[in-house]
């Protein structure tokens, strides 16, 4: 380490000082403005909270509210995004610690796309500002890539915690939310299926997985399938099962298993 | 003038011999006076005059003999009789060999003497006068335009084979002698001689007829050998004729059309004869017919691919025949079934006996019809569901009864044959489990005829699968020899044991779990005798003080036991299964009179019903009845009664009471052992999955099954379906993943 250098001028002391005093000002604005963050957006929190739990969680009832006030529709996919955003590890219900940190990283994230000036002073903590985002985020999930990354997050977010696998009940709710028939025809007819066959009981992370691919890969007249068990073996289609049951469904009974 | 006149004068001379040598008064000539003016007349560069001089003169003379000569022989073509026609025919030939050969000779002494001139011919782009000689016979006689010399001469050639082709006896010569004249003219726009072009062309275009028609007539009058004999003679027929009448040249092209009009076109007319075809001459084991067959298929392209599949066909047909006559018959017999199994295998050998030989005799072990063969034994022996089970009985038959008394060789050829059937299964891993129950019987009843058969058939089975597919069995025997030894020593313990002493000699078989096939969950549970339970705890107590940290379960479903009986008149040593004496033993406290109900005996022993049933079976409705039962018939009911037959009497003074013979397993048996099977694949699958992508790190879902069905192929043959489920299974429990590269 250099030896320190005597201080020549004075000038140039005052001018640290200078500048250290208005970093000091500026640390004490920011850390006031954390706090003022802190607190709104636990007031917030504590709009939904759940009253009778003895840690601090919002419940279902409480996230029913959090989105009426912000005009969120329940029967959409946009509770879903919220949840993913503030990376929720059980839909209906938020904890303390998801919310705050989930608030906060929002606030950091969307406004370091801003003038860095800004950083701190974007929060998110009402439902006028949450509502921004949600218009934002309802644009960039037409993208491919971030809408599989949503629809991936939602396996885990949507099935019975503790359990691996999700009832197919709510595979069979979710999937018509997330997938538009007009983009993705075959969920219609698929869901059809899983109601009237009835070949699962639960649906594996590995079949919700695969079914965003299945849908995009496989044209909706199925003119691409395959039959393993009538012709070569060896072009077997790299997916589950569950969908080659599914494909040998349709092609038996036909168009008229479309569900309009 | 002089000149023209040197000319003249000169080409008088020529020309007057000429015409002198084609009268055939060549005698009269002076061979140097016409040389000496040849040279002369050429030196004076009178050349090519003299050469058209000369070609002049002998285009005269040949139109005269054309005229005189040949067409007078012409042959009358309207309505005469084959014999007049015949000879017609050949003495037109015979005229025009003369005339050919005369003229030879002549030209011949006519380009000696103008040998001079011939030498400088080129030089003026003439060709030579023999050449020249042949052309102007070409022309002006064969191929004349004033007269049918032509078609006459070609005609009658064909007449004459044709004659010969319906059995007539020719003048060969005659033919031979005009082949050999067209053979030595060329024609200059193809350069071929004119025998193929005039004749050769026309004589393949009538054969092709002649023997579409023969074809016809030989289908429909003659039956399969016949035919073939008809064909094979016609074929040598025509070679001879053509090496020796025509040219060698003709021979391919000839007998290419004998071989498509008579066997090419017949090939399934002649198999699919009814009553002498292909199939009753496998039948009746005709190898002269069918090697005849073999040779003339051969020759054709189409032939032996068709041969052989129809001869596969024929071997699926027979084998399908023997599964449904035995399926049928394992429906329709009550009891046993070992007895079917075991005609099953010896009918499929005697089938592949057959066909070995047919093989070895007809086709020359042709090795494409090998393959055929044993594809054709592959599909059948792989159809019936049981195979694997019959062969393991076959095999579990020989070696405990049928091997007694045969040679060490005589035994090596029997297990040979049934490894050679082995060969043929698929689900190999199936038979794998029907051989491990039959020989845990057979190890633990002691019914094997010889420990060195025993031995030797799992030598040959490690030889064909390798030491995964036969560790387990030889544990079993390890096992057995282990148990040996050891009784020996649990004999010694117990001698010396102060309490717990028992009335009865306890021998123990103890068995590794894993090798054999006994399922311990469900060994039941039954009541034994107190003296048998006293045993049985001695035993315990003397193993465990040898080896801790193991489990004992007894398995009285397996064991015999050895009962001295008394009846009224005489005394006898039974040997009989536990089961059997756990039921007699019950009898020792009935009075003689009193009756025991099979409910009774069912509550006091917990004998499981079914096996309850068999015992009693063997104890009372056999040979040897111990017992008797009130009601007639082997139809066990559960109010039945059974009394101790004291009047029983025998010959012998052991008797062996069997219960158990191995039979064919029913249909709910055979799925059981199928889910089995299909559970074991599925860990094997899962193994291989893992290994393979272990060592891969990733692959592509095809090649990945692909790769399965591969290692896994010598066992048995895995269902893509079930691989790609196990798949998905080990996705599941996170052994693998997709790869999430988009597709």
């Known amino acids: 380490?250099?030896?320190?250098?005597?201080?020549?001028?004075?000038?140039?002391?005052?001018?640290?000082?200078?500048?250290?005093?208005?970093?000091?000002?500026?640390?004490?604005?920011?850390?006031?403005?954390?706090?003022?963050?802190?607190?709104?957006?636990?007031?917030?929190?504590?709009?939904?909270?759940?009253?009778?739990?003895?840690?601090?969680?919002?419940?279902?009832?409480?996230?029913?509210?959090?989105?009426?006030?912000?005009?969120?529709?329940?029967?959409?996919v946009y509770p879903i995004i919220i949840g993913w955003k503030l990376n929720a590890s059980r839909m209906g219900y938020f904890t303390k610690d998801e919310w705050m940190t989930g608030m906060k990283e929002l606030g950091i994230h969307e406004s370091a796309k801003g003038n860095h000036f800004q950083t701190f002073l974007y929060r998110i903590d009402s439902p006028e500002k949450m509502k921004n985002m949600v218009s934002q985020w309802s644009q960039s999930i037409k993208d491919d890539v971030i809408f599989k990354k949503l629809y991936l997050f939602t396996f885990g977010f949507a099935k019975t915690t503790?359990?691996?696998?999700?009832?197919?009940?709510?595979?069979?709710?979710?999937?018509?939310?997330?997938?538009?028939?007009?983009?993705?025809?075959?969920?219609?007819?698929?869901?059809?299926?899983?109601?009237?066959?009835?070949?699962?009981?639960?649906?594996n992370k590995d079949q919700w997985s695969s079914l965003l691919d299945f849908c995009r890969s496989v044209p909706d007249d199925l003119s691409n399938y395959d039959s393993s068990s009538s012709c070569n073996y060896w072009f077997i289609m790299d997916r589950p099962v569950l969908f080659d049951e599914f494909v040998e469904w349709r092609i038996k009974h036909g168009d008229d298993s479309m569900v309009a | 003038v002089d000149r023209a006149q040197e000319f003249d004068d000169g080409f008088q001379l020529l020309s007057e011999a000429i015409t002198e040598i084609f009268r055939k008064n060549a005698k009269s000539l002076s061979y140097e006076v016409l040389y000496r003016t040849t040279y002369n007349l050429t030196l004076r560069q009178f050349g090519e005059r003299l050469y058209h001089g000369v070609k002049e003169v002998v285009a005269e003379y040949l139109e005269s003999t054309a005229e005189e000569a040949i067409v007078p022989a012409f042959v009358n073509t309207s309505g005469e009789s084959t014999g007049s026609g015949a000879d017609a025919g050949a003495n037109f030939l015979k005229t025009v060999k003369r005339v050919w050969d005369d003229y030879i000779t002549a030209m011949d002494m006519i380009q000696k003497f103008l040998r001079y001139l011939d030498d400088k011919l080129p030089k003026y782009n003439l060709p030579h006068i023999f050449d020249m000689g042949l052309a102007l016979f070409r022309d002006q006689v064969i191929r004349s335009e004033k007269y049918a010399i032509q078609s006459q001469l070609i005609s009658a050639m064909l007449t004459q084979i044709q004659l010969e082709r319906h059995g007539e006896v020719i003048d060969r010569t005659a033919v031979n002698s005009a082949v050999t004249m067209l053979s030595e003219l060329i024609d200059t726009t193809t350069r071929e001689s004119v025998y193929v072009v005039d004749f050769e062309t026309k004589y393949l275009e009538t054969s092709t007829a002649f023997y579409q028609v023969e074809s016809q007539t030989l289908a429909s009058s003659y039956d399969a050998p016949e035919f073939m004999r008809k064909v094979e003679r016609r074929l040598d027929e025509e070679y001879e004729r053509t090496t020796r009448c025509l040219s060698l040249t003709t021979e391919p092209k000839i007998r290419l059309i004998v071989e498509t009009q008579l066997i090419a076109n017949n090939l399934k007319t002649v198999m699919e004869m009814k009553h002498s075809g292909l199939d009753s001459m496998l039948s009746a084991d005709k190898y002269g017919d069918l090697s005849r067959m073999y040779k003339l298929f051969s020759r054709v392209p189409a032939g032996l691919n068709e041969m052989r599949t129809a001869i596969k066909n024929h071997i699926m047909q027979l084998g399908a025949e023997i599964n449904k006559t035995i399926n049928a018959d394992l429906k329709s017999t009550s009891g046993g079934g070992a007895q079917t199994a075991i005609r099953?295998?010896?009918?499929?050998?005697?089938?592949?006996?057959?066909?070995?030989?047919?093989?070895?005799?007809?086709?020359?072990?042709?090795?494409?019809?090998?393959?055929?063969?044993?594809?054709?034994?592959?599909?059948?022996?792989?159809?019936n569901p049981k195979s694997a089970e019959f062969i393991s009985l076959f095999i579990d038959e020989n070696l405990k009864k049928g091997l007694k008394g045969k040679s060490e060789d005589e035994v090596d050829s029997v297990l040979d044959k049934t490894i050679t059937l082995f060969r043929f299964l698929c689900d190999k891993d199936v038979f794998e489990r029907y051989y491990k129950q039959h020989l845990a019987k057979r190890l633990l009843f002691n019914r094997s005829v010889s420990d060195d058969a025993e031995r030797g058939m799992l030598g040959k089975l490690k030889r064909e699968c390798g030491y995964q597919f036969t560790n387990k069995l030889e544990g079993m025997f390890n096992d057995m020899k282990l148990s040996s030894e050891m009784s020996g020593q649990f004999k010694e313990f117990s001698d010396q044991a102060v309490t717990n002493k028992f009335p009865m000699d306890l021998s123990v078989t103890v068995l590794t779990s894993t090798f054999w096939p006994m399922n311990l969950s469900s060994s039941p549970k039954c009541s034994l005798a107190p003296e048998a339970l006293q045993a049985c705890k001695a035993f315990e107590q003397f193993y465990f003080g040898r080896h801790s940290g193991r489990r004992l379960t007894w398995q009285p479903q397996m064991g015999t036991a050895d009962i001295r009986a008394n009846f009224k008149k005489s005394k006898h040593m039974l040997n009989v299964s536990t089961y059997a004496m756990l039921v007699l033993l019950l009898f020792n406290d009935v009075n003689g009179n009193e009756s025991l109900t099979f409910e009774d005996m069912q509550a006091k022993t917990e004998i499981p019903e079914n096996d309850l049933k068999r015992t009693l079976q063997s104890l009372a409705c056999a040979k040897y009845k111990i017992l008797t039962k009130e009601t007639k018939g082997r139809e066990i009911l559960l109010n039945d009664q059974f009394f101790f037959n004291e009047d029983f009497t025998a010959n012998l003074a052991r008797i062996k009471i069997q219960t158990v013979a191995n039979r064919v397993e029913s249909e709910g048996e055979r799925r059981q052992t199928q889910d089995k099977v299909d559970e074991e694949r599925k860990h094997q699958i899962e193994a291989a999955i893992v290994r393979i992508m272990k060592d891969r790190k990733t692959m592509e879902h095809n090649l990945l099954i692909a790769e399965v069905t591969k290692q896994l192929g010598a066992r048995f043959m895995p269902n893509p379906v079930m691989i790609k489920k196990r798949i998905e299974a080990l996705i599941d429990r996170e052994y693998l993943e997709r790869s999430t590269e988009d597709r």
């Open chain 2, 344 to 383: 099953w295998v010896e009918q499929v050998l005697a089938l592949q006996e057959k066909f070995d030989r047919i093989l070895e005799f007809a086709a020359s072990k042709d090795k494409s019809f090998q393959t055929a063969f044993n594809e054709a034994f592959e599909h059948f022996i792989n159809e």
């Open chain 1, 1 to 76: 380490m250099p030896p320190k250098r005597k201080n020549t001028s004075t000038e140039a002391t005052a001018k640290r000082s200078r500048t250290t005093r208005k970093t000091q000002a500026k640390a004490t604005q920011k850390t006031n403005a954390v706090q003022d963050f802190s607190k709104t957006c636990e007031a917030w929190f504590n709009r939904y909270k759940d009253q009778e739990e003895q840690e601090e969680i919002i419940t279902p009832m409480g996230c029913q509210a959090f989105f009426n006030d912000m005009d969120v529709s329940l029967d959409s």
């Open chain 1, 162 to 203: 503790g359990q691996k696998s999700m009832d197919v009940d709510v595979a069979m709710a979710l999937w018509p939310l997330m997938l538009d028939s007009s983009a993705y025809p075959l969920i219609p007819s698929f869901i059809e299926f899983l109601r009237t066959e009835k070949p699962v009981k639960v649906i």
